[in-house]
């Protein structure tokens, strides 16, 4: 089992909306690590940068990063990008248009 952190854009979804894409973010990365994954870290709904701090806390523990489609339309997002490169952390990158894009 390989352990994944999902970065993806949060502002302007709804809850549904962004559980939906992380539901489907788990499955394709299970698909491309051929292997069961677990998510480390869950939805945060605080502030912009409390959300931030937590999630980078929480890359430490994942073996891969998932970045869903437009993650890099999103500050947050890219910052959580630059933490993962930085700190050698195996990324995956899911491409525009796999999910509703």
Not at 4 to 12: A, E, K, T, V
Not at 58 to 84: G, K, L, W
Request: proline share 4%; aromatic share 12%.
């Amino acid at each position: 089992m390989k352990k994944i952190f999902i970065s993806q854009p949060m502002r302007c979804r709804t809850k549904e909306e962004i559980q939906k894409l992380r539901e489907y973010a788990t499955d394709w990365a299970a698909h491309e690590l051929n292997d069961s994954v677990e998510v480390v870290n869950p939805p945060y709904y605080a502030s912009e940068l409390h959300e931030l701090g937590k999630a980078i806390y929480s890359m430490e523990e994942a073996d891969y990063i998932v970045f869903t489609p437009e993650y890099s339309n999103h500050r947050c997002c890219r910052v959580e990008q630059m933490v993962a490169v930085n700190y050698n952390k195996k990324c995956l990158y899911m491409k525009e248009g796999t999910y509703g894009t």
